[in-house]
């Protein structure tokens, strides 16, 4: 499992890939500017990807740049 997230000012996006079937998907979760950690651990379950079972994790926010 391929996974991407991207903290952004009012949602945080994470967007998979399963290598294994090709499946593609993508889960939105507000961003919780208190803890960040929070919105990617929401999207995380959102779409039921155990992160055990990744195999590539990158993250990227906008978050410093517009502030």
Do not use: Q
């Not at 903290?7 to 090709?22: C, K, P, R, S, V």
């Amino acid at each position: 499992m391929r996974v991407a997230t991207d903290i952004g000012g009012t949602f945080t996006d994470l967007i998979y890939l399963d290598e294994a079937t090709g499946e593609v998907g993508l889960t939105k979760a507000s961003t919780t500017p208190h803890n960040f950690a929070i919105g990617v651990e929401d999207t995380l379950v959102k779409s039921g990807i155990n992160v055990a079972d990744t195999t590539f994790f990158v993250h990227g926010s906008t978050i410093i740049i517009n502030a």
